[in-house]
Nanobody, 115 residues
Framework: QVQLVESGGGLVQAGGSLRLSCAAS????????IGWYRQAPGKERELVAT???????NYKDTVKGRFTISRDNAKNTIYLQMDSLRPEDTAVYYC?????????WGQGTQVTVSS
């Protein structure tokens, strides 16, 4: 079954850290690029971090220096390490291909940062 499953969200105070995980089926994991997206209440979904198959990464300006995307090829898993979290990082976080594939959107994982 082709799927992406996100986990690792939670409630954290501003300045804290969380690590999100995205377990991907093999056919997705080896696609050219996978990213972490987020959607805050009342806002559109946005791409925050991308990792290419060769390991190159890219970040949205507002998370540069705070978030780190990585991949574990042995576990078919993509991670998002989030440090120095801010209340404005509060959102549901999703992983998907870049560009997105509509059929791959999962339930996401909620991240809430309290001030």
């Amino acid at each position: 079954q082709v799927q992406l499953v996100e986990s690792g969200g939670g409630l954290v105070q501003a300045g804290g850290s969380l690590r999100l995980s995205c377990a991907a089926s093999g056919s997705i994991f080896w696609t050219n690029a996978i990213g972490w997206y987020r959607q805050a209440p009342g806002k559109e979904r946005e791409l925050v971090a991308t990792i290419w198959r060769v390991g190159t990464t890219n970040y949205k300006d507002t998370v540069k220096g705070r978030f780190t995307i990585s991949r574990d090829n042995a576990k078919n898993t993509i991670y998002l390490q989030m440090d120095s979290l801010r209340p404005e990082d509060t959102a549901v976080y999703y992983c998907n291909t870049v560009p997105q594939t509509m059929a791959y959107w999962g339930q996401g994982t909620q991240v809430t940062v309290s001030s």
